[in-house]
């Protein structure tokens, strides 16, 4: 039976999961599986992007055929030629021996490679910024050589804003059942996988990456669909900024990652208290047993942690062999950009610890300590003191924040209005109902007071058409924006007045509390509804202090802070073209041209005033 899902009104999933793969090119372990996906558009002409794994042929196949109901199928745009991409071309071929085939000429190189039909008479070759009209839609093809293979190519449709990024931005796991990024909670339960797909498969092609990056600058994209894991339709900042950090081999944390190899039990006794010493000095640690944990997963932590400690026994006169393989493998995914330190053990001729510096010295922006400890079979209390200095010298990397001495002479003695972007906040949809008026806006400022009865406090700025909605009915829903929230919420209730915007105008879904007021049951984790008791006039803004009436969860995942939305929902500010000189809204990214700022500039998107605005570099 066919199973498919829908992408857009003309773009179909036909891909397929596998949860029965041992071993993804032979070495990654999947243990939740791996989707292999397919895309099928249904345009005046029709077009399927790739196929699938032979594990999954007939899946794939059915889907094909019900996603065409009988159409012929045009075009299959070939992007990669790994077999897991490519191993159903022949047998849709003899379905369909009408297509075309779609392709640079290496891809038609490698398909030549391997498989035996007759490809030249339906080929139909392109190469980069070439383009292909199939009705409502334009493809421009993106060559992306290396990423992962020589012949990679992407697909931008421009009219619909997606990019068909082959194995780019994929993801180890199976989808079961979403198919959306924004339907899982991705930074809990995928990333992990995501950077593990990405430092394990085109990890080693950082630069043939960032010139992808580049390209993809320069296009406007509302859809990523990879041809592995989740298709990302909001927020794709938040994988693209890590493929940022990624491709320049730049560390996501800071912390340190310790991998041991130990035969009894001796150096990893080492690897342990060099742990616990870090951990005293408040730096994060991580630690992988090279002979228990995949590779593959001790490569992705590589990645992400700032630096690496590698523990080791001497086995052979050599390195332990896991952790040979381990330090071979990270070398062949082009580690680099990291401090690294080195523990050795051995009986009577401890060599490991050159020999590790020897494969790690040959990777690039690799800094290692230049003292390794090194024990006799077991760490003896006189050697601890050699662990400290080790812990101490990662430690001289992780400064203590500057201590401020009792005089107060270091604080500056400014009110440096940044320093209320460190404050916690959450960011919420306040909403309230005047008669059949709806509206709502964006507050960050919802704090629960009392538990018995449940009160909760909102601070609303009285410019706001919901402050005088609430300060007359007394009554208001505050809906808890999750991670999930894309920036076009923030514009809909952040940007617009409702005085003379309805901003509920283009939402189809109705629902409310019991209080009549409505609330966002999209993108939202929880909403909560108070009924006023109080009032505190703070000048710009009322303080409303509530009990609360009604409150429930809507999903679990993680309500996005002021920081999360700066990090990864706000669009990154654009510098105006032609180097002209102006000042950048903070809040909203609003550009005002100009050498000057006026002291009570409003911005016209966010209506923040001038504090809010710095001048570009
Ligand atoms: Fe999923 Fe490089 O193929």
């Known amino acids: 039976m066919y199973c498919i899902k829908k992408v857009t009104d003309d773009l179909v999933w036909v891909g397929a999961n596998d949860r029965r793969l041992a071993l993804f090119e032979g070495v990654y372990s999947v243990p939740t599986g791996v989707s292999y996906n397919s895309y099928l558009l249904t345009d005046e002409k029709t077009v399927l992007f790739d196929t699938v794994d032979k594990a999954v042929r007939q899946r794939f196949l059915e889907n094909v055929e019900t996603t065409l109901k009988g159409r012929k199928l045009d075009y299959l745009v070939v992007q990669h030629v790994e077999p897991d991409h490519s191993a159903v071309i022949p047998e849709l071929i003899r379905q369909h021996p009408e297509i075309k085939i779609v392709c640079s000429a290496r891809v038609l190189k490698f398909i030549k490679q391997f498989y035996d039909f007759d490809i030249d008479s339906r080929v139909h070759l392109v190469e980069e910024n070439d383009t292909l009209n199939t009705g409502k ?5 993106v060559m992306a050589p290396m990423v992962h293979w020589p012949e990679v190519m992407m697909t931008y449709d421009s009219t619909a804003k997606i990019l068909f990024s082959a194995d780019a931005f994929g993801c180890f796991g199976a989808l079961n059942g979403a198919l959306f990024a924004d339907e899982v909670d991705f930074a809990k339960d995928y ?20 010139s992808v990056l580049d390209k993809a600058s320069t296009l406007d994209i509302e859809m990523i669909c990879p041809l592995h894991g989740f298709v990302w339709r909001s927020n794709l900042n ?22 041991y190899a130990s035969v009894y039990g001796n150096t990893e006794n080492a690897a342990e208290i060099l742990a616990c010493r870090l951990r005293d000095k408040g730096i994060k640690t991580v630690i992988f047993d090279v002979s228990v944990t995949p590779a593959s997963e001790i490569v992705s932590a590589a990645f992400k942690w700032s630096h690496l400690v590698f523990a080791s026994t001497t086995y052979n006169a050599g390195i332990f062999v896991t952790m040979e393989a381990l330090l071979n493998d990270l070398a062949a995914h082009n580690i680099q950009n990291r401090r690294v330190a080195i523990i050795e053990n ?3 001729a401890p060599t490991s610890g050159g020999l590790i510096r020897e494969i790690l010295g040959k990777c690039e922006r690799i800094n290692i300590l230049e003292k390794n400890v090194s024990i006799l079979s077991g760490l003896k209390p006189k050697q601890l003191s050699d662990i400290e200095s080790m812990a101490q010298a990662i430690g001289a990397d992780f400064p203590a924040p500057a201590a401020v001495n009792q005089n107060n002479q270091t604080a500056p003695n400014t009110v440096d209005p940044n320093t209320m972007f460190k404050l916690s906040y959450g960011l919420f949809v306040l909403t309230a109902r005047d008669g059949s008026k709806d509206n709502g806006c964006i507050i960050n400022t919802v ?7 449940v009160k909760i406090t909102i601070g609303v ?6 402050h005088d909605m609430i300060l007359k009915t007394g009554k208001f829903n505050v809906s808890v924006l999750s991670e999930s929230a894309p920036f076009s919420v923030f514009q809909q209730f952040g940007f617009k007045s409702g005085k003379d915007t309805d901003k509920f105008a283009d939402s189809e879904e109705v629902s409310r509390t019991k209080n009549g007021v409505r609330y966002l049951s999209k993108w939202t984790n929880g909403v909560i509804s108070g009924e006023v008791k109080e009032s505190i006039d703070c000048g710009t803004h009322t303080l409303f202090i509530a009990e609360v009436n009604q409150a429930f969860s809507l999903s679990s995942d993680a309500s996005v802070t002021y920081q999360y939305y700066f990090d990864n929902i706000k669009p990154k500010p654009q510098p105006p073209k032609g180097n002209k000189k102006g000042f950048v809204c903070k809040i909203c990214g609003y550009v005002h041209e100009g050498d000057t700022l006026p002291d009570d500039f409003v911005c016209p998107l966010c209506k923040h005033g001038a504090g809010d605005f710095e001048r570009l570099a």
């Open 137 to 141: 839609h334009t493809l421009h093809f």
């Open 191 to 210: 990333m992990d996988e995501a950077r593990r797909y990405y430092s394990n498969i085109v990890g080693k092609y950082g630069t043939q990456v960032e």
């Open 238 to 259: 938040e994988i693209v900024s890590k493929y940022m950090l990624w491709s320049k081999y730049e560390p996501e944390e800071r912390g340190v990652m310790i991998a």
């Open 346 to 348: 051995g009986s009577w």
């Open 447 to 453: 704090m629960q007071i009392t538990v018995t009865p």
């Open 461 to 466: 700025n009285k410019a706001n058409y919901t």
